[in-house]
């Protein structure tokens, strides 16, 4: 177990490369089941959900190497169709494994998934979908059992937009018999990456991106190299903290469109922002603004991943903001630790009123989960003092070197072993 000790008041200047996008990587690694050929997957960052889910694949049968920040799996040997249940209890992700494993041996059995306790986030719609392509479920003891003689495409309709329920389908749907159609898809820019990365190996989907996917089933998927997208939150996580602690940063390697709501929002704080090419550039240079009104949505919305880090913004911006948290019900559990740093933070069903502070204070604060122990690192980066913010293991989940970027921008981070 590892704490971060932070001694704030740094400005943050200079460069960061950002890594592949977590919420890309995690589906293309468990979509790599459903083929024969090899797959090597690029610049795969370092973080714990990625060795989790590499570590499932092995259990799976598959043989994986990653070297160098590549992913390389031959799931040619794989003959296990139950994912273990320690590995499943730490990776949400771990879900995704069962559109694919079903594609590839007709049964899948795995524990419910686990990952951050950010509130509801019910596996039904996708057991839902799986049922609508002739998948017979059973639950019992904290597994979910699924078997089928036959995939079979169909229209399913999802309740609602969620992101892990499209890519899920997806995976089942793309060797199934004839024509599936997810609508009221998801939008992500993550699932239209799995779509082109399956769509590289010899799957036929369409529509990733808009409210309708289209997937016609077929009967055999090849390998090959594949890069995806960047992170979009770990790039929006350091831009809100050089927002916050004043400072020049560039970030190479990056869509801008991706974080269109991100920088819309930032340019209110005043921060001064120029794009060139997959290049970002933020000058923060006195207090910022407040922005009065922060709502998550879904894609193209402002992301529920970096409302956390906004919100921590807020806390010393000049004036009054409102942040609205519409896709979990729980994401409010760093508020507390932000509280013992002096926000000034009033939290009512889904709203935070935030009254901004010249300055926080350093404090000794606890990561709940991971984007709002990634809040915690930047506000403890802005503050006075020095701070010690424990359970970072959760941060691991999504942030590759994070305390050695950090450093290299200025802050004066450290991580030790409690």
Do not use: W
Request: charged share 25%; aromatic share 6%; with cysteine.
């Amino acid at each position: 177990m590892d704490k971060y000790i932070v001694n704030g008041g740094n400005g943050l200047y200079g460069t960061v490369n950002i890594q592949t996008a977590k919420n890309s990587v995690l589906p293309i690694l468990a979509a790599s089941v459903l083929t024969d050929e090899k797959i090597v997957i690029r610049n795969v960052p370092a973080i714990s959900d990625v060795h989790n889910m590499i570590k499932i694949l092995g259990c799976l049968g598959c043989r994986c190497t990653y070297i160098d920040r590549d992913v390389e799996i031959d799931a040619s040997c794989s003959d296990c169709c139950e994912i273990p249940s320690v590995l499943a209890r730490e990776l949400r992700s771990s879900v995704f494994l069962l559109g694919s494993v079903i594609s590839r041996f007709r049964k899948a059995k795995i524990a419910y998934p686990g990952g951050c306790d950010i509130g509801l986030r019910p596996v039904d719609l996708h057991l839902n979908g799986l049922k609508r392509l002739g998948v017979r479920i059973t639950e019992s003891n904290g597994y979910i059992s699924c078997e089928c003689e036959q995939l079979t495409g169909n229209e399913i309709m999802l309740d609602c937009p969620s992101v892990g329920a499209t890519e899920n389908i997806m995976l089942a749907a793309v060797k199934a018999e004839g024509t599936t159609v997810i609508k009221n898809a998801a939008r992500e820019p993550e699932i239209e990456d799995l779509q082109k990365f399956l769509n590289y190996i010899g799957a036929k989907v369409s529509g990733a991106g808009t409210g309708t996917v289209v997937i016609h089933g077929v009967n055999k998927l090849g390998g090959g190299e594949f890069l995806p997208i960047c992170d979009r939150i770990e790039a929006g996580t350091f831009l809100i903290g050089a927002a916050m602690c004043g400072g020049e940063i560039q970030l190479n390697g990056v869509n801008a469109e991706l974080l269109s709501s991100l920088l819309h929002k930032l340019r209110e704080n005043g921060c001064k922002i120029r794009v060139k090419d997959d290049k970002i550039m933020l000058r923060s240079d006195r207090r910022p603004y407040s922005v009065k009104s922060i709502e998550t949505q879904p894609y193209p919305g402002f992301p529920t991943d970096l409302q956390a880090q906004m919100t921590a913004l807020c806390c010393v911006c000049r004036g009054n903001s409102i942040v609205t948290e519409n896709l979990f019900e729980t994401r409010y559990k760093y508020v507390p630790e932000l509280k013992k740093m002096g926000a000034d933070i009033t939290v009512i069903d889904r709203n935070a009123f935030v009254h901004g502070v010249e300055k926080l204070k350093g404090a000794e604060v606890i990561a709940h989960d991971l984007r709002g122990g990634a809040a915690l690192v930047i506000a403890a980066l802005a503050a006075e003092g020095r701070s010690e913010i424990f359970d970072i293991s959760h941060i691991d989940r999504g942030y590759s070197d994070f305390e050695y970027k950090l450093r290299a921008l200025g802050g004066d981070i450290v991580r030790v072993a409690v």
